[in-house]
């Protein structure tokens, strides 16, 4: 990130999110997810009214979160492919976009335990987009081969799979992922980094294009930092009120 | 015959070795219950999730009552790991079996009808699956192709425990949209629920608040008791107690700290309400 005064870096990575949510209809957000949730609820606000509005379910807490029939409804929901975009994160993540959530060493007394797999063995699966966000970019989360397979990349011919990893958002690049190659392809580099960056810091090969694009700032788009300052985090500060009060200086409604 | 029990009545009824269902923190999680467990000095506990253990979870292990647990993972949420499940499963003093959050609502859906086992997509190819002896895979007799579709076999909890707004004097509780713990009740063998308020009135003749409760034929006792999520909240009831949940999650880090937060928290409220 550059010291641009202007925006904070969890605003940058909000709008870096939600470019990628543009042709989504129904967005989910599992736990602890208050950046896509933030990039989510901004798009939602900004197509109102419109018929592509977007349907955006927040799983993290009562608010914004539609769901009546107890915690299966959303994996129901999701099964029948009524929910087109997800967001997962993980411990380690390799180039094949296998995920690890449970930690590393050897499985089953790992040398370090992390929380769980949640719902991400079946969400990766049954959910056509897939974003996997996680900020730290790092050789040790950017790893040749997971320790701990929470969710596979990709899966064997005849195996049901209408769902898996679109994009990688981290704090030095987006990468996008190449279903028939099983890689990722960088699209492109956050302001203030290098492609050199990106490659010490990543684990596995992944390709390159000739042109390297630089991430957008968010001020191409002053009017969306002035929603998110606004509304958008009034909003989140209901799921999030940490996270609000942390990026945006918003206080605990009560 | 009253279904109203006292809370340590209830904490007696759940047997050494039983395998005992719990709910998320993000539901009714009956954590007055579980001190009453930890004081009664249950132990061999087989934990089942529905579908993510948190706080509850790890003060049975902490004070080792737990031989086994499944979840689809272990978590303190925004305040961080679970530091007596992570120890835990580091060192191996528990034994973990790991699964996804609808794994765990499909086999209580099918105990809840019933059946031996369901079908769920997903799962096929990760390790989450491949270190399940018990989960099987099976070419989908439906499908010309004969695709691979994962079969869970059903789980029947021995027991079911949660906390509860509101019940009436017949058993019957109110839940709400946490239907989650619904499920939970019809799937298990047994239902205890501590409750925030017993009231009068049948539940069952008001056409609005029957549609989410739970009615009487699955629970065998509710116990009254008041801010029974404490530290943890009920929603439109009160608020969780964050600033107690830290204070756990930091003592809780140590074996020793984890022993002076019990004496303090847990084995000294019996003595307050012996009183």
């Known amino acids: 990130m550059t010291d641009n005064p202007t925006y904070n870096p969890d605003e940058f990575l909000i709008c870096a999110v939600a470019r990628l949510l543009a042709d989504s209809r129904h967005v989910a957000i599992g736990m602890a997810s208050p950046v896509a949730g933030s990039a989510a609820l901004m798009l939602r606000e900004e197509a109102k009214g419109s018929p592509d509005a977007l349907r955006v379910s927040m799983i993290g807490g009562d608010a914004n979160n539609p769901f009546t029939d107890g915690g299966r409804e959303l994996f129901d929901c999701a099964g029948q492919g009524r929910i087109d975009t997800f967001f997962l994160g993980g411990v380690q993540i390799d180039g094949q976009a296998n995920i690890n959530l449970v930690g590393t060493g050897d499985y089953p007394n790992m040398d370090r335990r992390f929380p769980g797999t949640f719902g991400a063995a079946y969400m990766y699966f049954v959910i056509p987009r897939v974003i996997l966000f996680r900020p730290e970019h790092s050789k040790r989360v950017f790893v040749p081969k997971v320790d701990f397979i929470s969710a596979p990349g990709t899966s064997e011919e005849g195996v049901y799979r209408p769902g898996g990893p679109y994009a990688l958002v981290t704090e030095l690049c987006v990468m996008m992922f190449d279903k028939e190659k099983k890689r990722f392809r960088l699209a492109s580099v956050n302001p203030g980094h290098t492609i050199e960056e990106v490659q010490d810091n990543t684990g596995f090969d992944f390709d390159i294009p000739e042109a390297i694009k630089t991430t957008p700032e968010p001020e191409p788009e002053p009017e969306r930092l002035e929603l998110l300052r606004t509304n958008i985090s009034l909003e989140i500060a209901k799921t999030y009120p940490d996270f609000a009060k942390r990026v945006f200086g918003v206080e605990q409604a009560a | ?275």
């Open chain 2, 1 to 275: 015959m009253s279904p109203l029990i006292s809370l340590d009545n209830l904490a007696e009824q759940v047997p050494d070795g039983a395998l005992v269902v719990l709910p998320p923190d993000y539901s009714y999680v009956p954590m007055a219950a579980v001190r009453a467990l930890v004081r009664r000095g249950v132990k061999d506990l087989h934990l089942l999730f529905a579908p993510l253990g948190g706080m509850s979870a790890d003060i049975l292990i902490g004070a080792g009552c737990v031989k086994t647990i499944e979840a689809a993972a272990v978590t303190l949420g925004e305040v961080g790991i679970a530091p007596r499940f992570t120890e835990a499963v580091q060192t191996g003093s528990i034994i973990i079996k790991d699964s996804t959050c609808p794994a765990i609502h499909t086999a209580l859906q099918a105990a809840e009808k019933g059946v031996p086992f369901m079908p769920l997509r997903g799962l096929i190819g990760s390790d989450v699956m491949n270190n399940r002896a018990d989960w099987k895979v099976a070419d989908d007799p439906f499908d010309a192709s004969g695709g691979p579709i994962a079969l869970l076999p059903a789980i029947q909890p021995d027991v079911a425990i949660f906390h509860a707004p509101l019940a009436d004097q017949f058993g019957n509780v109110w839940l709400g949209k946490r239907r989650e713990l619904i499920t939970m009740a019809h799937a298990s063998k047994q239902t205890f629920v501590t409750i925030e308020k017993v009231q009068k009135k049948n539940l069952l003749d008001d056409e609005v608040m029957a549609a989410g409760t739970l009615t009487s034929m699955y629970v065998g006792g509710i116990a009254e008791v008041e801010h029974g999520c404490w530290p943890l909240g009920l929603a439109g009831h009160y608020e969780p107690d964050i600033k107690s949940v830290i204070d756990y999650a930091r003592q809780a880090k140590t074996k020793e700290g984890f022993a002076a937060w019990l004496q303090n928290n847990v084995i000294t409220e019996q003595k307050r309400a012996a009183q």
